[in-house]
């Protein structure tokens, strides 16, 4: 579903954001995303999601090289990847629905069905009440979840989802985090980056480990990972490896 | 793909949301297209001035007094055999006088004492409207000046001349100033929809971020410039439309006094509806300009 070959990404031909990604994630697969602010991952995504072109090597999505893609084509495949940022994107002079139906009728749905699923998935991230209110009369949280819901509204292939939990306390989390999973359930590959290791750790999923734009470390990978990891990290890494469920693989 | 209601929809509804900005953009569009339509309504009306001139003119040969007495006869045959010519008239030296006596009372002391008619027999020929340009009236007068016992032909050359430049004038000024405001348009067009975008380039990222084509994007856009430019235009002519008439009554006697023109006109139909066809379509493209820009702007980041 998601392959990077040799990708390098830099800004102005100094400061190099990654370095030389391999990577292959596959079709229904759900991966967090770790590492500290810098460390690259919202660089990642946004190659993932074509809003940068890597300075060098491949990046394959459903099977197509993005750099070959024109804006048409690129828009063609952004309908079909759920992007959810840590800033939310709203458009705070939409209500709550229109948010989450623009998604809808970016794709021609008929008014109808656009009602029906926007509905359903805002019943889902608990937020159905509040479909008439502008996202600024809501919490950040809440704002996340609206983000989230217009990310899932049309069941996308991929999800990535950019510090999604954030500004989220506890509970809600939870929340938020069962949606994905259900999301993932149903098929979507979900591509997750956090800081908050409560929740990777003991997930059974995969984990990446991006350090100053190298992946260090992959729970999929057979290789030992790099010295740079510490050790804590890598325990954790076979933890998480042991405790897979076999329907993962 | 959504339908072209929807884009309408949306347009629609970006103008309400921005209602400020929108009825900003208007009134300037207005003000230019104002402009435009003032000229052009100075034009059309020298223009019908110039062709009422034109209507009436007539060509004058005058004939010496020692004449063969049949010269007016043939002059008059000549003359009507010409297509261009709708009536032929012979004066005499006496209705010259007569004339003369009748149109001016006041100078009559002048030619009391005179010992005899001053005033020369004349062919007086009226041109048929359409066939009164320079160069025609400048053949019929040149044919005219060769026959024998004929003295001097008079059409009011100099008057023609001052028309005619009038005429060319007022048509290149139509094209350069027509050409001006609508590079004004576009560029004011350009501009309010730049800081429009700018004002709405979250939501713009965000139509981007869940999928939508550049087309997708656009169309909003450019139907909003449409819309704007439409009703500055509109604006333009209502506005332009009742000055006209509270100016036209206050000045109408003073020209009728002047100029002998009675009524000036407004713009026809025709016209009105081609500037605001015009508004529509620079609005358009102002924004498409904008908006194609815009996204140029975007992918070189």
Redesign the interface.
């Given at each position: 579903m998601i392959q990077l070959f040799h990708v390098y990404k830099s800004y102005f031909h100094d400061r190099e954001v990654l370095v030389d990604l391999n990577l292959k994630i596959e079709k229904g697969e759900f991966c967090f995303l770790t590492g500290i602010s810098g460390a690259g991952k919202t660089t990642l995504f946004r190659l993932l999601f074509c809003d940068e072109p890597a300075t060098s090597g491949q990046v394959l999505i459903m099977g197509r090289n993005v750099s070959r893609m024109n804006r048409q084509a690129i828009a063609m495949m952004r309908r079909r990847i759920g992007v959810v940022f840590q800033d939310f994107k709203l458009m705070n002079d939409r209500t709550v629905f229109e948010n989450i139906a623009v998604r809808l009728e970016v794709l021609g749905r008929p008014r109808g069905e656009t009602v029906e699923r926007v509905k359903r998935v805002l019943k889902d991230v608990g937020l159905l009440q509040c479909a008439n209110m502008l996202p600024l009369q809501l919490s950040g949280g809440e704002q996340q979840r609206i983000a989230i819901a217009r990310a899932l509204v049309n069941e996308p292939l991929i999800l990535l989802a950019d510090e999604p939990t954030g500004n989220l306390d506890e509970e809600t989390t939870a929340d938020v985090l069962r949606l994905f999973f259900e999301a993932n359930v149903r098929g979507t590959t979900i591509m997750l980056a956090t800081h908050d290791r409560r929740l990777y750790e003991n997930s059974g999923r995969r984990m990446l480990r991006l350090e100053r734009g190298r992946i260090v470390m992959d729970s999929a990978s057979p290789l030992v990972p790099k010295s740079s990891v510490d050790d804590v990290m890598r325990q954790q890494a076979v933890n998480v490896r042991l405790k897979r469920r076999p329907e993962d693989d | 793909?959504?339908g072209l209601s929807?884009f309408i929809r949306r347009a629609l509804s970006s103008l309400k949301?921005y209602a400020s900005t929108s009825i900003m953009t208007v009134m300037v569009l207005s003000v230019v297209f104002g402009i435009f339509l003032s000229f052009l309504l100075f034009a059309s009306n020298v223009s019908h001035l110039a062709s009422n001139w034109s209507k009436g003119v007539r060509i004058y040969a005058f004939i010496t007094e020692n004449a063969h007495p049949d010269l007016p006869q043939q002059l008059t045959a000549q003359l009507r055999s010409r297509s261009e010519i709708t009536d032929v008239v012979y004066i005499s030296a006496e209705a010259a006088l007569a004339r003369f006596q009748s149109e001016f009372p006041e100078e009559t002391d002048i030619l009391a004492s005179l010992q005899s008619n001053p005033f020369p027999a004349s062919i007086e020929a009226t041109v048929k409207s359409g066939h009164t340009d320079k160069k025609r009236l400048e053949t019929i007068s040149g044919e005219l000046s060769k026959v024998e016992g004929v003295e001097e032909v008079v059409y009011g050359k100099e008057l023609f001349e001052k028309l005619a430049v009038l005429r060319g004038l007022l048509f290149w000024g139509q094209i350069i100033v027509g050409f001006a405001i609508t590079l004004a348009c576009l560029f004011l067009m350009y501009s309010t929809i730049r800081y429009s975008i700018m004002l709405r380039r979250?939501?713009v990222?965000?139509?981007?971020?869940?999928?939508?084509?550049?087309d997708?994007i656009r169309k909003p856009f450019v139907i909003e410039g449409i819309i704007k430019g439409f009703l500055g235009a509109f604006v333009a002519v209502i506005a332009v439309a009742i000055l006209f008439r509270l100016g036209a009554s206050a000045i109408e006697g003073e020209l009728f006094s002047t100029f002998g023109v009675k009524g000036l006109q407004f713009l026809d139909l025709g016209t009105v509806f081609l500037v605001l066809l015009s508004g529509a379509v620079i609005g358009g493209a102002g924004s498409l300009l904008a908006i194609i820009r815009h996204?140029s702007k975007t992918?070189e980041q």
């Open positions: - | 793909m959504a929807y949301r979250n939501e990222g965000i139509l981007e971020l869940v999928g939508a084509t550049p997708f996204e992918v």
